[in-house]
């Protein structure tokens, strides 16, 4: 067995860096979206999906795809989107074993509410303390690293507002 490729002091560094750093902005988004609009982050961003599909609706297993969930994880949310009326499941026309969850118009105005302070806070805690030309590196390193992971960076871009 080969010996472990271990990360150079610097490399450690970058790592512990990184993982604080995603993780204290994903809790300051967490935190904001449940002070405004009463959720987690992680049904934000299921709201996002679908407001982003032409008839607001996306079946259950591409969403789950889409926002990185397991389906039993995605189910329980769903279900507490519906428990708030700003989500609907319906049976898939094309599929009879698949389910749609669809944006209702209460969860597209619960969207078009929490969506200010969301992009604030995205703002605040991700893109104020860097330059431009650091906006951008943070942005090919991203790409980059999710080519690596097998993900495709556009179609990611184009899902998430």
Known sequence: MDEPRWLKDEEKSTWRLYISATRL??????????????????YYEILVHLSSEEDHSLRMSELAVRTLSSKSRLSHAVSKLEALGWVHRA???????????????????????????????????????????????????????LMALGEDPDRIAADID
């Open 25 to 42: 902005v994903e809790e300051a988004l967490d935190r904001q979206m449940r002070e405004d609009a009463g959720i987690p982050h992680s």
């Open 91 to 145: 049976a898939c026309p094309s599929d009879k074993r698949g389910q749609l969850a669809v944006l209702t118009d209460e969860g597209m105005a619960a969207l078009v509410e929490a969506a200010p302070g969301h992009v604030e806070e995205v703002r605040q805690r991700l893109f104020d303390p860097l330059t431009v030309e650091e906006q951008a590196v943070l942005g090919r390193a991203c790409r980059k690293i």
